[in-house]
């Protein structure tokens, strides 16, 4: 079983009358995305890339950055795209954390009413550190439901954005506050990989995945933990549509890691993050 942690929603439902009222440029880029797909829906779009690659199932994520920005791919969407194809597709939720008391009750929804499986957040669309406190009691509700939490972390390419909320480091305090929390590290923190890696190894509770990633360019000593000690940690993930996932595969392969190494990667390591079975 291939499992992808990390993968879009960018369609043209999601992205139409969203960008009204954000900035040009991000707006165009986001409307950008939907353009891939040059007229299928979503789901098609998503199955037909994962059966190409020979990917089994694929996490999908929303996205609330209501407050700063008016955009939202709401976590009712994520749940609509689940329920078309339940054994292929994996639900991660979103909050805004601006909203309080209102965001945790969103999350405790979207997980016990909607079957989504675990919180994407996106620190600087949203303009928030990963430790900052008020994300707090959201933390603690993934928490007290078992869900891991995808943090993006490292460079991105929002325009207007600002890059210092998604710097690693910021994951080591709330790894150490929530240790009981399941936190994935998304694109292994690039250009601050060595730090990321260091909040990894130090914190049993602390994932990475490659998603985004050309695998020819994921940089030597990224390259060296996955294949030794940090080969428990690992995740297989695309961020479809940015990349096709039967590149990324393709890829791998020419990294000649080692077979225990790509099973872990590309299956143990999620089944047991995700509880699959």
């Known amino acids: 079983m291939i499992i992808d942690t990390h993968a879009q929603l960018y369609t043209r439902e999601a992205v139409k009358g969203n960008v009204e009222g954000i900035p040009d440029d991000l707006a165009k880029m986001f409307k950008g995305y939907s353009q891939f797909f040059s007229g299928k829906g979503m789901e098609l779009y998503t199955i037909e890339d994962m059966d190409a690659a020979g990917v089994d199932k694929s996490v999908v994520v929303a996205v609330d950055a209501e407050t700063t920005l008016g955009f939202k791919i709401p976590n009712e ?52 550190y990963p430790n900052g406190k008020m994300m707090y009691p959201i933390y603690e509700k993934a928490r007290e439901l078992g869900i891991p939490v995808l943090l993006h972390t490292g460079t991105h390419f929002h325009l207007g954005r600002k890059i210092k909320y998604c710097q690693p480091v910021y994951v080591d305090e709330v790894a150490v506050d929530f240790p009981e929390l399941k936190i994935i590290i998304a694109h292994f923190g690039y250009p601050w990989y060595q730090e990321a890696l260091a909040v990894v190894q ?65 299956s143990e390591n999620a089944k047991r993050l995700l509880q699959i079975k």
């Open 77 to 128: 969407l994520v749940a609509k795209m689940i329920e078309k194809y339940p054994d292929r597709l994996i639900g991660f939720a979103s909050v805004d954390p601006h909203k309080g008391e209102k965001a945790v009750a969103e999350l405790d929804d979207a997980v016990r009413n909607m079957g989504l499986k675990g919180l994407k957040i996106i620190p600087h669309l949203i303009d928030v």
């Open 202 to 266: 130090r914190n049993f509770n602390v994932y990475f995945n490659i998603a985004g990633w050309s695998p020819r360019y994921i940089p030597d000593m990224v390259v060296q933990r996955m294949d030794s000690i940090l080969s428990h940690k690992v995740l297989f993930g695309s961020d479809h549509p940015l990349l096709s996932r039967k590149r990324i595969l393709d890829e791998l392969a020419g990294l000649k890691l080692k077979e225990e190494t790509m099973k872990k990667l590309l």
